[in-house]
Structure formats: structure tokens, C-alpha cells
């Protein structure tokens, strides 16, 4: 037979499982971001495109963008 808990340790039990998961969320998140030193040596290595230019009309581009 199952034993039954009492109301105040079934709430206790609940609290202590929803703040060790949140807890183990919260620390879980905030590991995976990189450091602001990571992204720039990843920054620094890739090549920049200007994207300023205006369009040339031999240029395929998208047919919403008018014609310059």
C-alpha cells in the first residue's frame, strides 16, 4: 500500500522539486551564452560585405525593391 504524505510535507516536497528546476534552468541558460570575448574571436575572423551600395539594374535583386 501506498503511504499517503501529509498536506505539509506534500507542499514541502512540491516547493523543493519547483526550486531545484528552476534553479537548474536558471544555471542551465546562462552557461550556454557565449562571453563577449568569445564572439568577438569569432567576429574577427569573418568577412564583412558592404551592403550600402545602391542597386544596379543589372543586379538580380528582390522584385519589391524599386527600380534605380
Given amino acids: 500500500m501506498i503511504a499517503r504524505l501529509s498536506k505539509k510535507r506534500a507542499l514541502i516536497v512540491l516547493f523543493l522539486g519547483v526550486l531545484l528546476t528552476g534553479f ?14 568569445e564572439i568577438y574571436d569569432t567576429l574577427k575572423t569573418k568577412e564583412f560585405v558592404d551592403l550600402t551600395h545602391t542597386f544596379d539594374t543589372e543586379i538580380p535583386h528582390w522584385p519589391g525593391f524599386p527600380k534605380e
Fill in 24 to 37: 537548474f534552468l536558471f544555471t542551465g541558460s546562462a552557461a550556454a551564452e557565449p562571453t563577449l570575448l
